[in-house]
């Protein structure tokens, strides 16, 4: 749970860094890539991660603009990334703007259940680095390249004169 807005801006700042450049290098020819019949796409996938801080956002009354209808999945990669980019840039905005430290005790419905704010802070970054990896297993069959997050992807390695590791 995050107790103050400092930290959880400064550790959303650096999240969605990571999810813009995941994003950004999606193509619109992988957007249609799913593990199998029935799981989201690439192209789904990709627009979740950009509409679900909203969605669970504006349920602790923070006023939030829409990245767009959840509904409807833009047919280019290059609108998902920049209308990621728009959302995250927002939700520091409006957590900065519009709630104090105290608002991380205040107690808000998240699905049925009261979370405090720090608590939908929390969940908000987590639910993003779930769909994340999801995310970079299918960039990985759409035959994408992969950047690293938390140290060097794999396809990385050789860039900075490594060898991979073998599986």
Known sequence: ???SIDSFVQEWENESAGTRRLLESL?????SQRVADGYRTIGR?????????????VRTGLELPAPGDEHV?????????????????????AVRGQWQDADLARMSDMYGEQWPGGVTLRVVIQHEVHHRGQLTVLMRQAGLRVPGLYGPAREEWTDIGMEPPVV
């Open 1 to 3: 749970m995050f107790t």
């Open 27 to 31: 193509t619109d020819a992988s957007l």
């Open 45 to 57: 996938l990709a627009w979740h991660l950009t509409c679900s801080p909203h969605e669970m956002l």
């Open 73 to 93: 999945v833009p047919s280019a990669a290059a609108e998902i990334a920049a209308a990621y980019a728009r959302t995250a840039r927002e939700v520091a905005e």
